[in-house]
């Protein structure tokens, strides 16, 4: 069975920085590209950063540009996601989603449960 | 970056209805990428349609996609108690990815 997993969420103060994770299983990681997209309270989705499978990109949102950077470690089916320069609307949900080609033109088939980051003095 | 928006807002309908789902994108879709998914309170979304009109894995057949080019249709034939939920349109075609804002389905 695929399934996601994430990790590393939490309350953070504005400037601040965190480091996201999430654990892959039931399916060869390195053949597929790896995104995070978040939901800020009683918002929609907004997509933040992908990286394909063989590591290359990375892509990232005009809105996190500079400030968060994705990165995969294929010998550990995990992709991480570091965020720094927090401010108070990076406050969201930060879902793991697998997508369903190794590079481009790809939807999410397969989503974590999310962790939850927020960011308050 | 495209634009996706969905309408209506909120549909209120009642358990056996069929609901109908718009989303529009401010240009063109290429080769229908488009995919719609389903988002039920407290939980992560789930993958329904992909392609405009493939339904994911394991979805039930009450759930159909139509359209092309700026305009896509989702369609649920006959409302189960899960349905009532938010429900997203994502195109795929041009980077960024970018998603709808949602239509909530809620029981009338």
């Known amino acids: 069975e695929v399934h996601l997993l994430e990790s590393g969420g939490g309350l953070v103060q504005p400037g601040g920085s965190l480091r996201l994770s999430c654990a892959a299983s039931g399916f060869t990681f390195s053949s597929y590209v790896m995104s995070w997209v978040r939901q800020a309270p009683g918002k929609g989705l907004e997509w933040v950063s992908a990286?394909?499978?063989?590591?290359?990109?990375?892509y990232h949102a005009d809105s996190v540009k500079g400030r968060f950077t994705i990165s995969r470690d294929n010998s550990k089916n995990t992709v991480y996601l570091q965020m720094n320069s927090l401010g108070p609307e990076d406050t969201a949900v930060y879902y793991c989603a697998k997508g369903s080609t190794p590079i481009r033109y790809y939807f999410m088939d397969v989503w974590g449960r999310g962790t939850t980051v927020t960011v308050s003095s | 970056d495209i634009v996706l928006t969905q309408s209506p807002g909120t549909l209120s309908l009642s358990p056996g209805e069929r609901a109908t789902l718009s989303c529009r994108a401010s240009q063109s879709v290429s080769n229908t990428y488009l995919a719609w998914y389903r988002q039920n309170p407290g939980q992560a979304p789930r993958l329904l349609i992909y392609g405009a009109a493939s339904r994911a894995t394991g979805v039930p057949d009450r759930f159909s996609g139509s359209g092309s080019g700026t305009d896509f249709t989702l369609t649920i034939s006959r409302l189960e108690p899960e349905d009532f939920a938010v429900y997203y349109c994502q195109q795929y075609y041009s980077s960024p990815p970018t998603f709808g804002g949602g239509t909530k389905v809620e029981i009338k």
């Open positions: 990286i394909s499978g063989s590591g290359g990109g990375p």
